[in-house]
């Protein structure tokens, strides 16, 4: 999959990073069991330094959504991938609820904001289909 | 007949170079124009179309009389001095294209702060995770055929010894007469040997690095950008392998035409016939699929919100990638065709000083063994 990094946008790098993987794992563009560049490679590639992939790895490996074998490489997790485990529910939560808050004090309606969540689940599974 | 060998010496390097230099601007990639980055959709704009052709023509006006004297040079001056003339003559040309092209460089980089053309634009670094997956290299098994035609080179030598003149020629002038000779001894198998590993070790290490450099993908059009830099990279791998083999096996057979013919002009002949043959495939690979696949057609269409991530400032003169951010060694040359090194890598200057110490280590040890 493309992997495009934007160096001026407010999101960290390493962030932007982790973000694109999990969501070619969700569009199916990365399959389980899919080679990932080295962080060697991955980092020259892009031109940015190597701690910066090292902690995106890190934390799609504590995610689970890939695997890091000393010789193997880097590999994405095999299917079913990582599910959504109790701690991940925890984590969603804590995120979604200022996202909430703010729709709610902007005076957005309940309904308005399941329709964002709908459209971006429609077009993932759309891909997924293909 | 020394006459013409001594165009064909010039016409296979002066030409070569200029005309190459000349036609650089013109092989970059899309979004960048003479060492300076820009947006694809200016790659036609009419200013930086005149800053290129006027480097271009500034380059053949010197060319045309600096590869006339050294014609003059090497037909008319003495015989010793004649290989300074075309030393003198390259070290010319090398200074004077330099020149140009800095001035090129410099309009260049003046217009696009004047212009801004990057406002409003989203710069991106975009690279291809599954690109080393596809084809990008003929396969590494090529090389056993070095291998096997080294060991020939040995066993033939071996078998055929006792046939072998007396006396073995290592190298011939530019008229077909032998230049230095040497009394038979096994102990030469190991000058044609070692320019055989030589010239492996060599590609193998080309090899490596069109494998290993930069996956650079344009942000612009992506998709186009992974195919054109596969093919790029698949034709330089199949040049580099079947060109350096060539060599091998013509360095092996240096000993052995002595066996087949009487002529020694043939041995002059070879060489040069195939040193033409590798330029102008050089010049043909370049001139029809530019830098990184840019001259190759294909459909995508470009998308104008999207531009390469601006690294001018890592690029010294617009030709020396200097990025201690970067951890990547080989990157894409932006003038030029093929591969330049981050010289923020200190593995860099290890590769250099390793590279001059064979050089060194090459001319001391010819000068010790044969004098």
């Known amino acids: 999959m493309l992997i495009k990094i934007d160096f001026k946008a407010d999101t960290p790098l390493y962030e932007q990073l982790r973000l694109q993987i999990i969501e070619g794992i969700a569009r199916g563009l990365l399959k389980g069991g899919d080679d990932l560049p080295s962080v060697r490679q991955l980092a020259g590639d892009l031109g940015i330094n190597l701690h910066t992939v090292n902690k995106a790895y890190g934390l799609l490996k504590a995610g689970g959504f890939i695997q890091v074998h000393r ?14 485990t109790k701690a991940y529910l925890t984590l969603l939560k804590k995120q979604l609820r200022p996202l909430a808050v703010e729709a709610y004090c902007r005076g957005m309606q309940k309904q308005e904001l399941h329709s964002i969540i709908d459209a971006v689940f429609k077009s993932l599974q759309k891909n997924t289909e293909e | 007949m020394e006459n013409i060998i001594t165009i064909i010496i010039i016409m296979s390097t002066m030409v070569p170079l200029y005309l190459i230099f000349a036609f650089f601007p013109y092989l970059t990639r899309r979004n960048i124009c003479m060492g300076v980055s820009i947006p694809e959709d200016k790659f036609a704009d009419p200013r930086l179309k005149a800053i290129k052709k006027t480097y271009m023509v500034s380059l053949l006006v010197t060319g045309a009389p600096v590869t006339g004297l050294a014609t003059a040079g090497m037909l008319l001056l003495p015989q010793d001095l004649r290989s300074y003339a075309l030393g003198a003559a390259i070290l010319i040309s090398i200074g004077s294209i330099f020149l140009y092209y800095v001035r090129a460089y410099k309009k260049t980089r003046a217009l696009k702060q004047k212009e801004k053309w990057s406002a409003g634009k989203t710069e991106l670094a975009v690279t291809e995770t599954a690109f080393r997956k596809g084809k990008i290299k003929v396969s590494p098994l090529w090389f056993i055929l070095y291998g096997l035609v080294i060991a020939c080179t040995l066993i033939s030598f071996f078998a055929l010894y006792d046939s072998l003149p007396g006396t073995i020629v290592l190298n011939y002038d530019s008229l077909g007469n032998p230049g230095t000779a040497v009394p038979k001894s096994p102990a030469i198998i190991l000058f044609p040997l070692s320019v055989q590993l030589l010239i492996t070790l060599l590609m193998v290490f080309v090899y490596l690095v069109i494998g290993k450099a930069k996956v650079q993908i344009d942000a612009g059009n992506p998709e186009a950008s992974v195919t054109r830099n596969r093919i790029f990279r698949y034709a330089w791998s199949a ?3 079947f060109m350096g083999l060539g060599m091998v096996i013509l360095f092996g057979a240096i000993l052995f035409l002595p066996l087949l013919t009487g002529d020694s002009m043939i041995m002059i002949a ?26 190759l057609k294909l459909k995508g269409k470009t998308a104008g919100k999207e531009i390469n991530r601006d690294d001018d400032r890592y690029w010294k003169l617009g030709s020396f990638y200097y990025n201690p951010e970067d951890p990547a060694l080989f990157v894409e040359k932006r003038f030029g065709i093929g591969y330049t090194s981050n010289f923020a890598r200190p593995f860099t200057w290890v590769l250099m000083a390793l590279l001059l110490l064979l050089i060194a280590g090459a001319i001391i040890a010819s000068v010790f063994a044969f004098g």
Request: charge should be positive; aromatic fraction near 4%.
């Open chain 2, 239 to 241: 040049y580099t392998v």
């Open chain 2, 270 to 295: 070879v060489p040069l016939a195939y040193t033409i043959i590798s330029v102008v495939g050089a010049v043909v690979l370049s001139l029809v699929l530019g830098q990184s696949g840019s001259r």
């Open chain 1, 71 to 84: 010789q193997k490489g880097v590999m994405v997790s095999p299917a079913p991938g990582p599910g959504s």
